[in-house]
């Protein structure tokens, strides 16, 4: 990995909880326009690791680096830091009290300080960018939950971030609305985002990952391309781990 | 002569008592949002001692009864810290305030503990201090589910403000005993005002009413399918 090309690394975090030790040393470097995807068993920690990537969790050891600058133990500046690493959620968490637009501008206006009329029109871009331009005058509760996603994608991308870390973005939905959500990923993934991704969509783990992390027990048990850790003999945890779901396919 | 006509003569002492009473209440209802309002924030996001002090506050405003709270600051507060001089409708409006305040912290807390702590996660991910993300995406949302609980205080203040009656406030139920007390027509004078009451009472739930229907949002807090 060539060392000036990457943008976000993560060293040694370890995170407990009472007697739980959820993360035990994670270590992994992001290159620009990288697709990170992790997999494996609920409970190991992926979300967590997720969070304390932008400190909505503060990690008990370890370090974290954007573009150089230490994310950790940044004190006020993190909120700096979370302007240039946006998060997508399971749950959308989209503002309930606004519209799908005033959702995307809220943080423009409230952080960024950009006047009215920029920030709709900012707003208004981005959720063109997910195919919910039509919508932007629409409260949460009348969005279908893969619209929801969407507009909460684009309300991370109105920040321009440097990453993107998506939280089991497909988990709480129907295929159909998971491909909605798939299908704007990827686009992304194409046009150069970077993209830390937690999730147990396979296929799409397959086709866009530039790696994939398996974890295990707080560490990264296996790494490598979708390639590697699918037909390489070497690897077999994954497999397995994937395995579990083939075998409800009734073969 | 008749009780209307009695109601004709004296029409100037009642509107200025219901001016009284109305003033009582706008002024309580106020300094009960906005002394309310922080403690609320206080008691969720406060340090251990900020909770502490709000929380005795709440005690003591909560514990006594009013009379016992008007008197209290009416003969003994007020004069103790040199501020005898005080007008009984100040010191009315005041005591009704703070005591209100006590009611009204527990109503916002409520409706803050309330929202999805996803909310606060939300807004904090997209650089949001916490301060931005409580004003600008906690209380909207907090304040439109503490408005129907919120509208109790308005009926309650309004029948609370007639003890001011005690220490000589000359609101409406003072009005009312005075013109009893010259007309000697103690039921006829005593309903009329008790439907002056309603009348206050019923206008204001409208108007609580209408706010609430105007800031109501689309599948947020309605419950309604």
Known sequence: MSDNNIVLR??????????????????????????????????????????????????????????????????????????????????????????????????????????????????????????????????????????????????????????????????????????EVLEVMKKLALQGMTMLVVTHEMGFACSVATEILFMENGVVAEQGTPDLLMHDPKFTRMKNFIGQFDSYRGD | MDVLSILIDWSPYIVAGIAATLGLVLIALGIGILLGLPMALGQVYGSRPVRWAIGIYVWFFRGLPILVLLFLFWFGIFPGIGLGDLPAFVVGAVVLGLRGAAYQSQIFRGAIQSIGEGQMIAARSLGMSRFIAIYSVILPQAMRIALPGWSNEYPNMLTDSAVCYAIGVAELLTVTSRIVSQTYLTMPIFLASAGIFILLNYGGIKVLHGVERRIAIPGFGSGAV
């Open chain 1, 10 to 179: 993560v060293e040694d975090i370890h995170k407990s909880f009472g007697n739980n030790e959820v993360l035990r040393g994670i270590s992994f470097g992001v290159r620009r326009g990288e697709t990170k995807v992790f997999i494996g068993p609920s409970g190991t920690g992926k979300s967590t690791l997720l969070r304390c990537i932008n400190q909505l969790t503060i990690p008990d050891r370890g370090s974290v680096w954007l573009d150089g600058e230490e994310v950790t133990n940044s004190g006020a500046r993190i909120n700096y830091f979370r302007q240039k690493i946006g998060m997508v959620f399971q749950n959308y968490y989209l503002f309930d009290h606004l519209t799908a637009l005033k959702n995307v501008e809220l943080a423009l206006l409230k952080v960024r300080g950009m006047s009215r009329s920029e920030a709709r029109e900012k707003a208004l871009t981005e959720l063109r960018q997910v195919g919910l331009e039509d919508w932007a005058d629409h409260y949460p509760a009348e969005l279908s939950g893969g619209q929801a996603q969407r507009v909460s994608i684009a309300r991370a991308l109105a920040m321009d971030p440097d990453v993107i870390l998506f939280d089991e973005p497909t988990s709480a939905l129907d295929p159909e609305l998971t491909r």
